[in-house]
């Protein structure tokens, strides 16, 4: 077990150098940089002090070397002293940014993905236990339908209901007046309050994937000899099934942790410029757009690596509730 | 038919009686004939073999008896069970997965299923396969179970059973498996064992260890045998009666000795050719039975064996032959041997 | 389950005896046997149907569409969708009509608003000539399917600039429809041509493209487009922008299909009838190509389905956050820009409609994909 999950982490580290390598070169892409077109502008205003300062960054952070020097800097600072770079927009340490928002960022998706289960669960067995009948039909077009609506449509609608109907406004994670509070439990809780509604928008698109998958895999074991096995030792209906299909169907629907964490991080990032949300994608987006290279590299980088332990996290999962795995 | 006029009785001796059994299944395709009018009886403590080729209908006969066939299946006619207290049940009255019908599987009639490597559950040890039934039915707790379960497969002859019981079942051998299934369904001290095709999916050199141990465990625990398989000679010196399966019907049905010393439906005769003799004459070839099973989809007319049938006359297309005594505990249902007397004698056999 | 308990009849047939539907299966081509199968989906069909009506209508939404695209109405900002009615308190009347509109100011919420007038009605003729345009960019003509006479039809109100959003969303349909179309084939290029040599070489290239794949699908893919999409330079020409992003979309989207293609290789690179073409001197890549393609398109083609509403989802969240396709191109993700606000959302609730035709036309493909797998899967029931 231990020496699987080595195994598992030592294969990361490759993964890992790829997708930092990728997210740098996806940022070097646009032509042009932040500091190119800040140094313009103030060259046309003729603010010579704040060119100085500009210039000093320009030296500090090798940005006129080339492009695989400034990528050996940037990892070599994350490894040795987690100094993810400079946001030249915000004027501030990357690692001041983005913490706060991935965390925030990291509760939605995660709540999303347990509300989906919650909800996908039951529905996916009854619909498997009572297959081809009008609930399973109905349950399968509203989880279809789920799957069909972009989630900025369900956060807009929401949105629209909610003031329409109830008189108040969604959106958002905080009050305002907790919106600069420091952490506080009185916070969590104003939180906890707002939560539920990217929970809902962001969790029902995965929820209809969840449904189907382990519908199919329920339908799959019911029809196996070890159902009527079990059958003829005279165990009741209700308890075998729980005991084997439904026990064995949860294995390939543990793996799917693995697609839907980056799902519903990506739900997220659409979700959370409609709920104006203070989450990583706002932030990301801004810094893309003014290329802010260092601040939007390092949320690339944190958001695939988010993906990849929620591979590592399903792939120990699947060696716990699989013994097949586990003596290989 | 008098059947109907017979409620619920059975002979004394006999511990289980299937009497005109039909199944049939509802398919978007169609209505499959499954099982059309079968009757054989279980003497306590005996053996019968039921034999036929794929598809006859021998799997869902045995189905039948514990009530385990999809939802899509409609059944008739009566299966009757003696109970330890003398009590007859039908078991056709009984619903499917209800408390009645789950008891006789947990303590009466168990099963020995097809394919050993499918027939466990792949992430629940050995232990907690075997000792479910016990834990249910015989009020024995973990502890006690688990010490059955160890002594069980000792029986069944798994070498370190100690150490195997915690094991899971992809880590045995098909054959292992196979013994498992037998000490499963051993653990509910049963008296109808019910093996379907026990050793199809198992290597040639295992089916003689399986089907030994099957017997020896029919006589350790007193066992009343009924043995689903395609193969006339794997039955030839496990069972004490035959019936012989065509098409959802049973074409011959008697003594093993007689069956096969006398075989008289042409299906039978064909049987016993498509077997090769470890002793035959030099030379001798083994016949196989021409053309192969029609649709089950089609309804009959006449006998179910014309087409393949090389003794076939007019008349054989022309009704359904009735079954028909030849001795004193063989029938044949075939026109070559219906003289006009064919309400003779066709309630019981 | 056990094959004796279900006699199944395709396994016991036998030439001679077949009947004639019988026989029908045992010659009939694979894509026979599919249709058949897929025949017995009704809503798969269904799901087909809507399909085609909407492609129908993007490719001839020049003469459907009252207007223009691109034409604004002077004082008709903000217009709900009208009624078309048949009868009022003047009786029944077998021409449709609309009341023609008047502008008020709400006193108590300042607003503007548009109520109808009963007094007149304004009646909707077929086949009347308005702006001109060229259908296919072949014929040119002004012939519009329907038009109000002597005043204005908005079957689904108009935006924010005075445009006719029923015009819009046919409109926008050619464009939306068409990059999942042209997504989904480069998709299928891509994985066809990764997946392809990945599964028939083996060893260090498939390692290496497994490898890719892996990276490329532990990026979340809306941050990864969001950064795709602003690499593209700000002065792209429209076109160039659709072009782009349609790269983008399909420069992710092929990894699944690569591996499923990569799965059916190995799966089928060791059945006899290859191996057969091998012995017999025909090349690597002919092999790939008339052999092992065929044998799993239909399979692809039931995945490729699939992935279509996932290029239009992206296509329009990209455009709905502003870094997708942006005007004067017409798409309905472009159209959603508008419904950003939830203030503007309460005034003009309409702006969603087309929000309305990407559910639609997703949940079509999906039914529709839904039923080319299981008609695809040989072995199913």
Same mark, same amino acid.
């Given at each position: 077990?231990?020496?699987?999950?080595?195994?598992?982490?030592?294969?990361?580290?490759?993964?890992?150098? %790829?997708?930092?390598?990728?997210?740098?070169?996806?940022?070097?892409?646009?032509?042009?940089?932040?500091?190119?077109? =800040?140094?313009?502008?103030?060259?046309?205003?003729?603010?010579?002090?704040?060119?100085?300062?500009?210039?000093?960054?320009?030296?500090?952070?090798?940005?006129?070397?080339?492009?695989?020097?400034?990528?050996?800097? +940037?990892?070599?600072?994350?490894?040795?002293?987690?100094?993810?770079?400079?946001?030249?927009?915000?004027?501030?340490?990357?690692?001041?940014?983005?913490?706060?928002?991935?965390?925030?960022?990291?509760?939605?998706?995660?709540?999303?993905?347990?509300?989906?289960?919650?909800?996908?669960?039951?529905?996916?067995?009854?619909?498997?236990?009572?297959?081809?009948?009008?609930?399973?039909?109905?349950?399968?077009?509203?989880?279809?339908?789920?799957?069909?609506?972009?989630?900025?449509?369900?956060?807009?609608?929401?949105?629209?209901?909610?003031?329409?109907?109830?008189?108040?406004?969604?959106?958002?994670?905080?009050?305002?007046?907790?919106?600069?509070?420091?952490?506080?439990?009185?916070?969590?809780?104003?939180?906890?309050?707002?939560?539920?509604?990217?929970?809902?928008?962001?969790?029902?698109?995965?929820?209809?994937?969840?449904?189907?998958?382990?519908?199919?895999?329920?339908?799959?074991?019911?029809?196996?000899?070890?159902?009527? *096995?079990?059958?003829?030792?005279?165990?009741?209906?209700?308890?075998?099934?729980?005991?084997?299909?439904?026990?064995?169907?949860?294995?390939?629907?543990?793996?799917?942790?693995?697609?839907?964490?980056?799902?519903?991080?990506?739900?997220?990032?659409?979700?959370?410029?409609?709920?104006? %949300?203070?989450?990583?994608?706002?932030?990301?987006?801004?810094?893309?757009?003014?290329?802010? !290279?260092?601040?939007?590299?390092?949320? #690339?980088?944190?958001?695939?690596?988010?993906?990849?332990?929620?591979?590592?996290?399903?792939?120990?999962?699947?060696?716990?509730?699989?013994?097949?795995?586990?003596?290989? | 038919?008098?059947?109907?006029?017979?409620?619920? =009785?059975?002979?004394?001796?006999?511990?289980? @009686?299937?009497?005109?059994?039909?199944?049939?299944?509802?398919?978007?395709?169609?209505?499959?004939?499954?099982?059309?009018?079968?009757?054989?009886?279980?003497?306590?403590?005996?053996?019968?073999?039921?034999?036929?080729?794929?598809?006859?209908?021998?799997?869902?006969?045995?189905?039948?008896?514990?009530?385990?066939?999809?939802?899509? *299946?409609?059944?008739?006619?009566?299966?009757?069970?003696?109970?330890?207290?003398?009590?007859?049940?039908?078991?056709?009255?009984?619903?499917?997965?209800?408390? @009645?019908?789950?008891?006789? /599987?947990?303590?009466?009639?168990?099963?020995?299923?097809?394919?050993?490597?499918?027939?466990?559950?792949?992430?629940?040890?050995?232990?907690?396969?075997?000792?479910?039934?016990?834990?249910?039915?015989?009020?024995?707790?973990?502890?006690?179970?688990?010490?059955?379960?160890?002594?069980?497969?000792?029986?069944?002859?798994?070498?370190?059973?100690?150490?195997?019981?915690?094991?899971?079942?992809?880590?045995?051998?098909?054959?292992?498996?196979?013994?498992?299934?037998?000490?499963?369904?051993?653990?509910?001290?049963?008296?109808?064992?019910?093996?379907?095709?026990?050793?199809?999916?198992?290597?040639?050199?295992?089916?003689?260890?399986?089907?030994?141990?099957?017997?020896?465990?029919?006589?350790?625990?007193?066992?009343?045998?009924? #043995?689903?398989?395609?193969?006339?000679?794997?039955?030839?010196? !496990?069972?004490?009666?035959?019936?012989?399966?065509?098409?959802?019907?049973?074409?011959?049905?008697?003594?093993? =000795?007689?069956?096969?010393?006398?075989?008289?439906?042409?299906?039978?005769?064909?049987?016993?050719?498509?077997?090769?003799?470890?002793?035959?004459?030099?030379?001798?070839?083994?016949?196989?039975?021409?053309?192969?099973?029609?649709?089950?989809?089609?309804?009959?007319?006449?006998?179910?064996?014309?087409?393949?049938?090389?003794?076939?006359?007019?008349?054989?297309?022309?009704?359904?032959?009735?079954?028909?005594?030849?001795?004193?505990?063989?029938?044949?249902?075939?026109?070559?041997?219906?003289?006009?007397?064919?309400?003779?004698?066709?309630?019981?056999? | 389950?056990?094959?004796?308990?279900?006699?199944?009849?395709?396994?016991?047939? @036998?030439?001679?005896?077949?009947?004639?539907?019988?026989?029908?299966?045992?010659?009939?081509?694979?894509?026979?046997?599919?249709?058949?199968?897929?025949?017995?989906?009704?809503?798969?069909?269904?799901?087909?149907?809507?399909?085609?009506?909407?492609?129908?209508?993007?490719?001839?939404?020049?003469?459907? *569409?009252?207007? /223009?695209?691109?034409?604004?109405?002077?004082?008709?900002?903000?217009?709900?969708?009208?009624?078309?009615?048949? /009868?009022?308190?003047?009786?029944?009347?077998?021409?449709?009509?609309?009341?023609? #509109?008047?502008?008020?100011?709400?006193?108590?919420? !300042?607003?503007?608003?548009?109520?109808?007038?009963?007094?007149?009605?304004?009646?909707?003729?077929?086949?009347?000539?308005?702006?001109?345009?060229?259908?296919?960019?072949?014929?040119?003509?002004?012939?519009?399917?329907?038009?109000?006479?002597?005043?204005?039809?908005?079957?689904?109100?108009?935006?924010?600039?005075?445009?006719?959003?029923?015009?819009?969303?046919?409109?926008?349909?050619?464009?939306? !429809?068409?990059?999942?179309?042209?997504?989904?084939?480069?998709?299928?290029?891509?994985?066809?041509?990764?997946?392809?040599?990945?599964?028939?070489?083996?060893?260090?290239?498939?390692?290496?493209?497994?490898?890719?794949?892996?990276?490329?699908?532990?990026?979340?893919?809306?941050?990864?487009?969001?950064?795709?999409?602003?690499?593209?330079?700000?002065?792209?020409?429209?076109?160039?922008?659709?072009?782009?992003?349609?790269?983008?979309?399909?420069?992710?989207? +092929?990894?699944?299909?690569?591996?499923?293609?990569?799965?059916?290789? #190995?799966?089928?690179?060791?059945?006899?009838?290859?191996?057969?073409?091998?012995?017999?001197?025909?090349?690597?890549?002919?092999?790939?190509?008339?052999?092992?393609?065929?044998?799993?398109?239909?399979?692809?083609?039931?995945?490729?389905?699939?992935?279509?509403?996932?290029?239009?989802?992206?296509?329009?969240?990209?455009?709905?956050?502003?870094?997708?396709?942006?005007?004067?191109?017409?798409? +309905?993700?472009?159209?959603?820009?508008?419904?950003?606000?939830?203030?503007?959302?309460?005034?003009?609730?309409?702006?969603?409609?087309?929000?309305?035709?990407?559910?639609?036309?997703?949940?079509?493909?999906?039914?529709?994909?839904?039923?080319?797998?299981? *008609?695809?899967?040989?072995?199913?029931?």
């Amino acid at each position: 077990m231990l020496r699987y999950i080595a195994k598992r982490l030592l294969h990361m580290i490759p993964m890992l150098i %790829l997708i930092s390598i990728v997210s740098f070169a996806i940022i070097q892409l646009p032509p042009g940089s932040y500091l190119h077109t =800040k140094m313009a502008e103030l060259r046309a205003s003729g603010d010579q002090i704040s060119m100085d300062q500009i210039e000093a960054l320009r030296i500090h952070y090798s940005l006129d070397q080339p492009a695989h020097i400034q990528y050996i800097n +940037w990892i070599k600072g994350i490894i040795t002293e987690g100094n993810f770079g400079f946001s030249f927009e915000w004027n501030r340490p990357v690692k001041h940014l983005i913490w706060e928002r991935l965390a925030l960022s990291l509760v939605v998706s995660v709540s999303s993905l347990l509300l989906s289960w919650v909800v996908a669960f039951p529905i996916a067995i009854y619909s498997a236990l009572k297959k081809h009948t009008f609930a399973d039909y109905f349950l399968t077009f509203v989880g279809f339908l789920g799957l069909s609506t972009p989630n900025f449509m369900l956060a807009l609608i929401l949105m629209y209901v909610s003031s329409v109907y109830f008189g108040f406004s969604v959106g958002g994670l905080f009050s305002p007046a907790y919106l600069m509070a420091p952490w506080s439990l009185a916070k969590v809780i104003d939180l906890l309050k707002h939560l539920w509604v990217p929970m809902v928008v962001i969790g029902t698109s995965g929820t209809a994937g969840l449904i189907r998958v382990l519908r199919n895999n329920l339908l799959d074991e019911l029809g196996k000899p070890y159902v009527v *096995a079990a059958r003829s030792k005279g165990i009741g209906i209700a308890r075998l099934t729980f005991k084997y299909p439904v026990r064995i169907a949860l294995i390939p629907f543990i793996s799917t942790v693995g697609w839907q964490l980056p799902q519903m991080i990506s739900g997220e990032a659409v979700t959370a410029t409609v709920l104006s %949300l203070p989450t990583a994608a706002p932030l990301l987006l801004g810094a893309l757009r003014s290329q802010d !290279m260092y601040l939007a590299g390092s949320f #690339l980088l944190l958001l695939s690596s988010l993906t990849m332990i929620g591979t590592l996290i399903s792939d120990i999962l699947l060696v716990l509730v699989d013994p097949r795995i586990r003596y290989e | 038919m008098k059947v109907g006029v017979l409620m619920d =009785k059975m002979d004394q001796d006999h511990i289980l @009686e299937v009497q005109d059994l039909t199944v049939k299944f509802l398919m978007d395709e169609g209505t499959v004939h499954a099982v059309n009018g079968v009757s054989f009886v279980v003497p306590a403590g005996k053996s019968v073999g039921i034999v036929g080729e794929s598809g006859c209908g021998k799997t869902v006969s045995s189905y039948s008896i514990t009530q385990l066939l999809p939802k899509s *299946a409609r059944l008739t006619g009566r299966i009757l069970f003696r109970e330890r207290d003398g009590q007859v049940t039908n078991i056709t009255n009984l619903t499917p997965d209800g408390k @009645e019908m789950r008891r006789i /599987r947990g303590k009466e009639i168990a099963m020995i299923f097809q394919e050993p490597m499918s027939s466990l559950s792949p992430v629940h040890t050995i232990c907690n396969q075997l000792s479910e039934a016990m834990l249910q039915f015989q009020g024995m707790t973990k502890r006690q179970a688990r010490t059955r379960a160890v002594e069980l497969l000792q029986l069944v002859g798994i070498p370190y059973a100690e150490r195997r019981v915690d094991e899971y079942p992809f880590q045995l051998s098909g054959g292992m498996r196979q013994r498992v299934m037998i000490a499963m369904a051993l653990s509910r001290n049963p008296r109808v064992l019910i093996a379907d095709e026990p050793t199809t999916a198992l290597d040639v050199t295992l089916q003689a260890q399986v089907l030994r141990l099957i017997q020896d465990m029919q006589n350790e625990f007193n066992l009343s045998l009924v #043995l689903i398989t395609h193969d006339l000679g794997v039955v030839a010196h !496990m069972v004490d009666h035959v019936c012989i399966m065509y098409m959802g019907q049973i074409v011959e049905s008697g003594p093993v =000795k007689e069956i096969y010393d006398d075989p008289k439906h042409p299906y039978t005769k064909g049987l016993m050719n498509s077997i090769p003799k470890l002793r035959g004459r030099r030379g001798e070839r083994v016949v196989p039975i021409s053309g192969s099973v029609p649709s089950a989809y089609a309804v009959q007319t006449g006998c179910p064996f014309c087409e393949r049938c090389p003794e076939r006359s007019k008349r054989c297309t022309q009704g359904i032959p009735q079954r028909v005594k030849i001795g004193s505990e063989h029938y044949v249902c075939c026109h070559l041997y219906q003289s006009g007397k064919e309400e003779q004698d066709v309630i019981n056999a | 389950m056990d094959p004796n308990l279900v006699p199944q009849p395709e396994l016991i047939d @036998e030439p001679e005896v077949l009947q004639d539907a019988e026989a029908r299966v045992f010659y009939a081509t694979q894509w026979r046997l599919m249709w058949w199968k897929f025949r017995k989906h009704k809503v798969a069909m269904v799901a087909f149907a809507v399909i085609v009506v909407m492609y129908l209508g993007a490719i001839f939404a020049p003469l459907l *569409a009252p207007y /223009r695209a691109d034409e604004r109405h002077r004082g008709f900002v903000y217009v709900p969708p009208q009624k078309v009615r048949f /009868r009022d308190e003047h009786g029944f009347s077998l021409r449709p009509f609309v009341y023609p #509109l008047e502008q008020e100011i709400d006193m108590q919420t !300042m607003q503007r608003k548009f109520i109808e007038d009963p007094t007149t009605r304004i009646p909707i003729h077929f086949f009347v000539r308005g702006s001109s345009y060229k259908l296919f960019g072949l014929f040119e003509t002004n012939i519009h399917l329907f038009g109000a006479d002597g005043g204005k039809v908005f079957l689904f109100g108009t935006d924010d600039l005075g445009r006719d959003m029923f015009s819009r969303i046919l409109y926008g349909a050619q464009i939306s !429809m068409s990059i999942g179309l042209v997504g989904v084939f480069l998709s299928l290029l891509l994985g066809l041509f990764f997946g392809g040599i990945s599964g028939y070489y083996g060893g260090a290239i498939d390692n290496v493209i497994q490898r890719i794949i892996e990276v490329l699908r532990s990026f979340p893919t809306i941050p990864l487009w969001m950064a795709l999409s602003a690499a593209l330079p700000p002065d792209l020409s429209p076109i160039g922008v659709y072009m782009g992003i349609t790269i983008i979309l399909s420069l992710i989207g +092929w990894t699944a299909l690569g591996r499923q293609v990569r799965g059916k290789v #190995l799966a089928i690179k060791n059945e006899d009838f290859v191996i057969a073409a091998r012995l017999s001197g025909t090349s690597e890549p002919r092999i790939i190509v008339s052999h092992l393609i065929p044998s799993f398109m239909s399979h692809i083609i039931a995945s490729l389905t699939l992935a279509i509403p996932q290029m239009i989802l992206a296509e329009t969240s990209l455009s709905f956050l502003g870094i997708g396709l942006r005007p004067p191109v017409v798409s +309905w993700g472009v159209m959603l820009q508008k419904a950003q606000n939830v203030n503007t959302l309460m005034m003009a609730p309409w702006l969603l409609i087309p929000g309305l035709f990407v559910v639609i036309y997703v949940l079509a493909f999906n039914f529709l994909g839904d039923g080319l797998r299981d *008609a695809a899967d040989p072995y199913g029931n």
